[in-house]
T-cell receptor, first 110, second 111 residues
Framework: GENVEQHPSTLSVQEGDSAVIKCTYS??????FPWYKQELGKRPQLIID?????GEKKDQRIAVTLNKTAKHFSLHITETQPEDSAVYFC?????????FGTGTSLTVIP | KAGVTQTPRYLIKTRGQQVTLSCSPI?????VSWYQQTPGQGLQFLFE???????NKGNFPGRFSGRQFSNSRSEMNVSTLELGDSALYLC??????????FGPGTRLTVL
């Protein structure tokens, strides 16, 4: 089956700096890569996604890049704000099954 | 549309007991997935149901089981509870194999 690895597990940045979270996957058949944000005590929510036929996607301060050859994808958050503090999960979807990474706890220090 | 709901929100059980958790998906969503979330382990996939059939299954022991009803509502059951089963159990529904919409979760504590 698919194996998704996510790094780092924890990340602290100063407000205004950028944050990068990286994920790798093993199955070349995976073709959809969403990112979820889970704030403390809340449910995970989709923040951005990318399909295998696209190399980069941007939505305001967040962007995701995908390298199909290397089987890795990354989440980039620029100009971080305290409200970006949360756990972020990457996922790879093969067919109709989701495979999640282990999560990255991001803390933005004011 | 109403979001995904889960009941109960909190549950305390003792070792050896069994528990049933319920999930009501968003109207029109036929796929329901269940996840176990523990600190440091992320979202571990339990199983997915689609049109009352288990379509995918994760690597959990047979003590974990589930089912889906004709109205797409789903239940998961854990028998012979162990201390390590303490976790947040999340269900998620989807209309297509794309975005999953998560419920608020059921916090299970096993004493």
């Amino acid at each position: 089956g698919e194996n998704v690895e996510q790094h780092p597990s924890t990340l602290s940045v100063q407000e205004g700096d950028s944050a990068v979270i990286k994920c790798t996957y093993s199955d070349s058949a995976s073709n959809y890569f969403p990112w979820y944000k889970q704030e403390l005590g809340k449910r995970p929510q989709l923040i951005i996604d990318i399909r295998s036929n696209v190399g980069e996607k941007k939505d305001q301060r967040i962007a995701v890049t995908l390298n199909k050859t290397a089987k890795h994808f990354s989440l980039h958050i620029t100009e971080t704000q305290p409200e970006d503090s949360a756990v972020y999960f990457c996922a790879a979807i093969r067919g109709n099954q989701f495979y999640f990474g282990t999560g990255t706890s991001l803390t933005v220090i004011p | 549309k109403a979001g995904v709901t889960q009941t109960p929100r909190y549950l305390i059980k003792t070792r050896g007991q069994q528990v049933t958790l319920s999930c009501s998906p968003i109207s029109g969503h036929r796929s329901v997935s269940w996840y176990q979330q523990t600190p440091g382990q992320g979202l571990q996939f339990l199983f997915e149901y689609f049109s009352e059939t288990q379509r995918n299954k994760g690597n959990f022991p047979g003590r974990f089981s589930g089912r889906q009803f004709s109205n797409s509502r789903s239940e998961m059951n854990v028998s012979t509870l162990e201390l390590g089963d303490s976790a947040l159990y999340l269900c998620a529904s989807s209309f297509t194999p794309n975005e999953q919409f998560f419920g608020p979760g059921t916090r299970l504590t096993v004493l």
